[in-house]
């Protein structure tokens, strides 16, 4: 896991200074080792910061090849790369580390860009062929590592993160329609809040060339439509035994590494079952790290600390408190990049810097089951309301409010709480129905709208982030004629997964503190089984996941076999002397709130007069509109971004 830098220079030179910059801006993300190479033309620039995990004496990069022409950074883990190693190493090639990285380059030299679908795991990988004139970059299938360009001064520029493209000259700026994309939770995928900055897709890839360039598709997640999984014959054993052998496979291949590699644990069913499978393979107790509130309704510790002694691994509590999550705020958005909406992705920080300071570089962790297996409210609520077996309208009704009365530390933000904001309409009109998530976080918007600068909002308003966001998913060929689930699940996959799962509460808040995260439910033979699921198996009465319960049921306590889904969430400020109360008192009464182009003041102000005397429950459904606003002003201050 490493941090990287290119570029294809055809425009301004980048000098040393520069670069240098923009490595160290990237040390979290490989403490290890630094360094950078340029085309004797100074055509093409290749930087990287490692943190060593296998071939821990050899594995330094920019790697090249033997004939001196094609270099590569990398950064993530490839599975399976033994295998293809030995396979390689048959037909004559010769490797000069012992890492994983290196297939890539090995196999981008034999297949040309065809080695993407060689390669499995967590990556982004860019390579400068010299043969060819071109820069190519590519991000793994979800977008679990973090991949941005930029074209700037006739140069185009790669990097991990965005704030190494800052220190390479590319200037701090507010995408303005990617910020309101962004707080209707419709911003695409390669769309980030600075300006000139883009995010490559998942599963794509970026080519440039003589300063154009090309992004291609070279994966997506097909889910089969409905005729096709009606007509699948196979029983409920052989389904869930087949989601147990990938999901198993995918365990094992993640505890391959040269050093230690521990886990997070909760209390739910996805780090439970992947520690339980995983301490299955090890002679050794793994070390499970866990998040404690102080608040009993988010707190988790006991459902985990049963689960480490069920497994036989070494439980290891990490207390986070308000007063924590205060001191930590700035410095995670800062690796964010990004709006948050809760303080979980700090507790994440928090978190992975505890497994840093025992010395661990790689954890397993969670992510992803709840974006292949249907896991979140919203899509027990789409099954309720939009399935085709015809259930009494009255009936519907009711699971509905015990959905939504079983998950009140989420609600106002994974259950819809006020009216939407504008724009759903499109949605409905295209795919003939909008997904529960889009009118959740539509409701979301709607309390953010009202603190927007009035003639901004009207500029801004021009535009509907849903049609963009339509535009880019091509329902007709993606969407149509598959199960609503299943087509929601699309759309979370495109949006909330790579722009705020997968960056907010995975890879920058562990890498923040040079921790690799494994994620085995994102394996994309893991993922490819469940998209062909029928729906019963992700979803069956009003108990999500399904067919992961089934397949992991010796490995987990009753409980948590039989526990609805908890989103992790930390716990909200319900009074301004709360520690987090206090800091948003404070930030949003502050200079900065005069400083960020978006919110008006003045009524950001009169919203926290409110708060002030409002009760405990409120505050709490409306912090996600808070912390929105919070997280803009920090993103200003850290990166002193122009309008």
């Known amino acids: 896991m490493c941090g990287f830098i290119g570029g294809l220079l055809r425009g301004a030179p980048i000098t040393a200074d520069r670069i240098r910059a923009a490595l160290r801006r990237l040390e979290h993300r490989g403490p290890d080792h630094a360094d950078w190479w340029c085309s004797q033309d100074q055509r093409f620039l290749l930087g990287h910061t490692r943190l060593s995990i296998i071939g821990l004496t050899n594995g330094d990069q920019p790697l090249v090849n033997e004939g001196g022409d094609i270099h590569c950074v990398v950064n993530g883990e490839l599975y399976g790369y033994r295998a293809i190693r030995a396979e390689q190493q048959a037909a004559g090639r010769r490797f000069a580390t012992d890492s994983d990285s290196e297939i890539a380059l090995v196999l981008?030299?034999?297949?040309?860009?065809?080695?993407?679908?060689?390669?499995?795991?967590?990556?982004?990988?860019?390579?400068?062929?010299?043969?060819?004139?071109?820069?190519?970059a590519a991000r793994d299938r979800f977008g679990i590592k973090p991949l941005y360009y930029s074209v700037h001064d006739g140069n185009v520029l790669v990097g991990?993160?965005?704030?190494?493209?800052?220190?390479?000259?590319?200037?701090?700026?507010?995408?303005?329609?990617?910020?309101?994309?962004?707080?209707?939770?419709?911003?695409?995928s390669d769309r980030t809040l600075f300006a000139g900055v883009r995010a490559v897709p998942p599963g794509c890839y970026l080519v440039a060339r003589d300063?154009?360039?090309?992004i291609r598709s070279y994966w997506d997640l097909e889910f089969p439509d409905r005729q096709t999984l009606a007509a699948d014959r196979r029983s409920d054993a052989e389904i869930v035994a087949g989601f147990r052998d990938v999901l198993d496979d995918a365990v094992r291949e993640r505890l391959v590494a040269d050093v230690e590699v521990a886990s997070y644990l909760s209390g739910g069913i996805d780090s439970c079952a992947v520690l339980g499978l995983?301490?299955?393979?090890?002679?050794?107790?793994?070390?499970?790290?866990?998040?404690?509130?102080?608040?009993?309704?988010?707190?988790?510790?006991?459902?985990?600390?049963?689960?480490?002694?069920?497994?036989?691994s070494t439980f290891v509590p990490v207390p986070v408190t308000q007063e924590a999550l205060v001191g930590a705020f700035s410095d995670a958005l800062w690796h964010a990049e990004t709006l948050v909406f809760n303080g979980h992705g700090v507790a994440k920080f928090l978190l992975s810097k505890a497994v840093h300071e025992a010395g661990i570089k790689v954890v397993f962790t969670g992510e992803g089951a709840d974006e292949v297996l249907a896991g979140y409210p919203p899509f027990r609520r789409d099954l309720l309301l939009h399935n085709t077996e015809g259930q009494a309208p009255d009936e519907v009704a009711r699971m509905v409010a015990a959905l939504a009365s079983a998950n009140q530390?989420?609600?106002?933000?994974?259950?819809?709480?006020?009216?939407?904001?504008?724009?759903?309409?499109a949605v409905a009109t295209r795919l003939g129905w909008v997904p529960s998530s889009l009118e959740v976080f539509a409701s979301l918007a709607g309390k953010m709208l009202p603190l927007f600068n009035p003639g901004l909002l009207v500029e801004l308003g021009r535009v509907n982030p849903y049609t963009d966001l339509l535009d880019s998913l091509d329902p007709p060929r993606r969407l149509a004629g598959r199960d609503?689930?299943?087509?929601?699940?699309?759309?979370?996959?495109?949006?909330?997964?790579?722009?705020?799962?997968?960056?907010?509460?995975?890879?920058?808040?562990?890498?923040?503190?040079?921790?690799?995260?494994?994620?085995?439910?994102?394996?994309?033979?893991?993922?490819?089984?469940?998209?062909?699921?029928?729906?019963?198996?992700?979803?069956?009465?009003?108990?999500?996941?399904?067919?992961?319960?089934?397949?992991?049921?010796?490995?987990?306590?009753?409980?948590?076999?039989?526990?609805?889904?908890?989103?992790?969430?930390?716990?909200?400020?319900?009074?301004?002397?709360?520690?987090?109360?206090?800091?948003c008192q404070d930030v949003l009464r502050s200079k900065v709130v005069e400083d960020q182009p978006f919110f008006d003041p003045q009524r950001v102000r009169a919203l926290?007069?409110?708060?002030?005397?409002?009760?405990?429950?409120?505050?709490?459904?409306?912090?996600?509109?808070?912390?929105?606003?919070?997280?803009?002003?920090?993103?200003?201050?850290r990166f002193g971004l122009s309008a």
């Open 608 to 637: 926290m007069d409110g708060l002030a005397t409002s009760d405990p429950d409120q505050r709490a459904a409306g912090e996600g509109v808070v912390l929105r606003v919070l997280s803009t002003c920090l993103l200003q201050e």
């Open 409 to 425: 530390s989420s609600r106002g933000l994974l259950t819809a709480d006020g009216e939407a904001a504008p724009g759903l309409d």
């Open 160 to 188: 991990s993160e965005i704030k190494a493209l800052l220190e390479l000259g590319v200037p701090a700026r507010w995408d303005r329609e990617g910020f309101f994309a962004e707080c209707h939770s419709a911003r695409t």
């Open 108 to 136: 981008y030299e034999r297949f040309g860009a065809d080695f993407l679908h060689h390669l499995r795991g967590e990556f982004a990988v860019v390579i400068a062929d010299e043969r060819r004139r071109c820069l190519i």
């Open 211 to 214: 300063g154009e360039v090309t």
């Open 484 to 583: 609503p689930v299943n087509q929601a699940l699309y759309v979370w996959g495109k949006t909330m997964l790579p722009n705020y799962i997968l960056t907010v509460l995975a890879d920058r808040m562990e890498m923040a503190h040079s921790v690799e995260g494994r994620v085995p439910f994102l394996d994309h033979h893991v993922a490819e089984y469940a998209a062909g699921l029928p729906v019963r198996h992700k979803i069956r009465g009003m108990r999500e996941k399904h067919v992961l319960r089934e397949a992991v049921r010796d490995v987990v306590l009753p409980e948590v076999y039989d526990r609805q889904k908890h989103p992790f969430m930390s716990p909200p400020a319900r009074r301004d002397d709360d520690a987090l109360g206090a800091y």
């Open 278 to 312: 995983a301490q299955r393979h090890l002679d050794r107790p793994i070390r499970a790290f866990t998040i404690v509130f102080g608040d009993a309704q988010y707190d988790e510790r006991v459902l985990a600390e049963r689960t480490a002694a069920l497994t036989g």
